[in-house]
């Protein structure tokens, strides 16, 4: 009576962890979660079998069938390990379990001493290899160290007391048997408290990508509006630009018409300052225009360097000194220093040209009278270092990352008056970065600006020093590039 209230107990356990399997499986679907329910399933008519066994003794076919639930039970658990540490089942794996399978049910009737050695070493000393294999993986928690311990711990704990069964205690016991119990139903519930474990952390992990990819697409549509409001602010400048060279013009070529129909063209000098606004204006049409054209082109992969060997010292010197007609007319004074006589190297000259004369428009632009502008040369690490500093109003900080975008401008109550189309800086770093340069910029405001031009010094072998004269830097370029000041 007391070994049937103990397999009754075993039974509603079995049944228990195999409704609690079953369950979860339909929230988490696992294979193993879904081969240890089949296990426990086994382990039902293991126990229903084991019952009948013990009522109706020495029956041959109830004690054959106990057995091969049972090794099917263990089998399918085993199974359901080794599929959750991801070790692939090979055919001769099944194989051997087949042959077990039959010489456990072989010995059973007829060397029943095989039979136990079968079920309490063989068997549970590949759940101990499974358990050391588990407390080995690199991936381990907490959780997962616990279910190893128990791989381990309770198979040797069987072994042992089935080993005292045999030699030192003379009457048969169930000790064994709860251990057993205890094993199936500590390793079911670990293996579900670990499975919880991992979808937590999977879900955690897909929560942390969508967050991110949230905050992508957050900083995608705020890069987007911004580049929408620079558009916009881009169009309200170039409107302007527009707008006000034209105007210009139209009241210019106004007054010289009313002139000549009043035949009032005695004021020769008066016509000829409407002629010159007139044709600064036209100027300020062709540099934006030239603006428009060159970052269109450089966008494109149009553009292209004519690249000489050039003395760049004489070419920057010589530009340099081409523009301070400008600066003394608005009370600046222009300095030029080098640390070097002559340099030869690659380059192509009008758009170094074109570079140098952009940087002392803006330090013109930007600088008050009585102020100093110094162009500076030298060469370091085998760079060639063209300086252009002002000491103007200056770069904030926060724009200073901006300042060579296209179409950013510094956004300051004090520039007003000296408001452009905000594509020259960016023109000017395209072409510097087509010479495999950088400009660096260092300002502070109301500590004027230093703009950096770093060149490698390379020159192109087996051709000529091309002769550069100071003729060569056209008065019209200069014009066009000074006639929005």
């Known amino acids: 009576m007391h070994d049937i209230t103990f397999f009754l107990i075993m039974l509603f356990i079995y049944a228990t962890l195999a409704l609690i399997?079953?369950?979860?499986?339909?929230?988490?679907?696992?294979?193993?979660?879904?081969?240890?329910s089949v296990s426990h399933i086994l382990g039902i008519f293991t126990v229903i079998f084991?019952?009948?066994?013990?009522?109706?003794?020495?029956?041959?076919?109830i004690s054959s069938s106990t057995v091969l639930f049972f090794l099917m039970a263990n089998f399918i658990a085993i199974l359901a390990l080794l599929n959750f540490l991801n070790i692939i089942i090979k055919p001769i794996y099944k194989c051997t379990a087949l042959i077990i399978v039959i010489v456990d049910i072989y010995s059973l009737n007829f060397f029943p001493q095989g039979s136990v050695f079968i079920h309490k070493v063989l068997i549970m000393s590949i759940?101990?290899?499974i358990g050391i294999l588990m407390l080995k993986s690199k991936n381990n928690n907490i959780s997962r160290k616990f279910l190893g311990v128990c791989c381990v711990v309770f198979p040797i704990a069987q072994m042992i007391f089935q080993i005292l069964i045999m030699f030192v205690i003379n009457y048969a016991s169930n000790l064994d048997l709860a251990l057993y119990v205890l094993q199936s139903l500590a390793s079911s519930l670990i293996?579900?408290?670990?499975?919880?474990?991992?979808?937590?952390?999977?879900l955690n992990k897909h929560m942390n990508v969508l967050e991110e990819e949230v905050k992508n697409k957050e900083e995608i549509i705020n890069k987007a509006n911004e580049l929408d409001k620079l558009k916009a602010e881009f169009l309200a400048n170039i409107s302007h630009e527009l707008r006000?060279?034209?105007n210009i013009i139209f009241s210019s070529v106004q007054l010289v018409e009313f002139n000549l129909s009043k035949e009032r063209l005695d004021n020769k000098h008066r016509t000829l300052d409407y002629l010159k606004t007139m044709k600064q204006n036209c100027y300020r049409l062709i540099k934006l225009s030239n603006n428009f054209i060159d970052m269109s082109?450089?966008?494109a992969g149009f553009m292209e360097l004519d690249l000489h060997n050039i003395e760049i010292v004489k070419l920057i010197e010589d530009t340099t000194l081409s523009i301070v007609p400008f600066a003394e007319d608005r009370g600046i004074n222009i300095i030029f220093d080098t640390e070097i006589e002559e340099k030869v190297m690659a380059c192509d000259w009008e758009k170094i040209e074109r570079v140098i004369l952009n940087l002392l428009s803006n330090a013109i632009k930007f600088t008050q009278k009585g102020g100093d502008i110094e162009v500076y040369m030298c060469i370091?690490?085998?760079?060639?270092?063209?300086?252009?500093k002002d000491n103007g109003i200056g770069i904030p900080k926060h724009m200073q990352e901006k300042i060579f975008d296209r179409f950013t401008q510094v956004k300051d109550g004090m520039l007003k008056e000296n408001e452009g189309s905000g594509i020259g800086l960016s023109l000017v770093k395209s072409l510097v970065e087509m010479h495999n340069g950088k400009i660096v910029l260092e300002s502070d405001i109301n500590h004027g600006c230093k703009f950096n031009i770093i060149l490698p010094c390379k020159t192109i072998d087996e051709e000529n020093i091309k002769?550069?004269?100071p003729e060569d830097i056209s008065m019209r370029k200069i014009e066009i590039e000074f006639s929005d000041l």
């Open 297 to 299: 082109k450089i966008e």
């Open 467 to 469: 002769n550069f004269e």
């Open 380 to 388: 370091k690490k085998k760079k060639l270092i063209i300086s252009i």
């Open 21 to 36: 399997c079953i369950s979860f499986n339909t929230i988490y679907s696992k294979k193993y979660i879904n081969l240890i």
């Open 50 to 61: 084991s019952i009948f066994n013990n009522i109706i003794q020495f029956n041959h076919i």
């Open 127 to 129: 759940y101990v290899v």
């Open 244 to 246: 006000t060279p034209i």
């Open 191 to 202: 293996l579900i408290l670990v499975t919880m474990e991992d979808e937590r952390k999977d």
